[in-house]
């Protein structure tokens, strides 16, 4: 017997968004579908949820947004702050004085701001996404200069590097007691928030809130971050363009985010 799938989470890089950051017509049509045959549609992203809103508009959803790998659950529409876990203020002053001593391009996230660093190329990605949206839902952007980092709640911190090593050091330097977990959710981006979060931990607390039935729920993702999730659903659905670590442990494995994977997919194994 096919389970009746009930709840299906979605992952926003990389999955439910092709390479130019866009919704397509046919992942838009396919997710109403899904809400239209009475499944609960959720997204669950490494972004923090200032810049992960407008996902939830667009697609019409009324459920709650896993932003920041887990570290923040929010119900948009409400403003809500649902669930937030931070770093604690000393590990971040650590983490974001390694990353000015080895002038590394980072961001910080606190609950209604992000901050950047001098040198942040990534920052551009923020601009861009605030330029298409309006003003009620751009998210507020300043100088990591002007960061009081003790005195900040900071949910999660971004570093964009080609060095992996810098960021090995920085595990061995700054989480020799396990305060961090750190994890890759791009080719060259590393998050790193308070130990214990994950997105599998932020759909775990959002079952418990909301009744949700791992077994009827289905993950769709395409990086490391998205293992947690895959280890708890009862179906999980990797992109062509995974990861290969996530491909492996995927019950099935769809077409790429430039090839409409999601929508196939839904098509496939849910509807």
Known sequence: MVKDYKWVVFDLDGTLLNSAKELTDEVRQAISMLTANDKQVFIATGRHALIASKYIYDLDLNTPLIACNGALIMDIRNEQILHMKLIKPDIALKVVSYCRQNQ?????????????????????????????????????????????????????????????????????????????????????????????????????????????????TVVFGDNYNDISMFELAGMSIAMGNAEEELKRIADYITLSNDESGVSRAIYKYIL
């Open 104 to 216: 590394l391009d980072f961001l910080v996230y606190v609950p209604k701001a992000i901050y950047y660093s001098e040198n942040s190329k990534r920052v551009n990605v923020i601009i861009k996404y605030n330029n298409s949206v309006e003003e009620k839902l751009r998210a507020p952007l300043y100088s990591a200069e002007s960061l009081d980092v003790l005195n900040e709640d900071i949910i999660k911190i971004l570093i964009r590097t080609d060095d992996d090593n810098l960021i090995k050091k920085l595990n061995e330097d700054v989480n020799k007691d396990g305060s961090l977990t750190i994890v890759q959710s791009e080719e060259n981006l590393f998050d790193i928030m308070a130990s214990g979060v994950s997105k599998g931990a932020g759909l775990s607390i959002l079952a418990k809130h909301f009744g949700i039935d791992l077994e009827r």
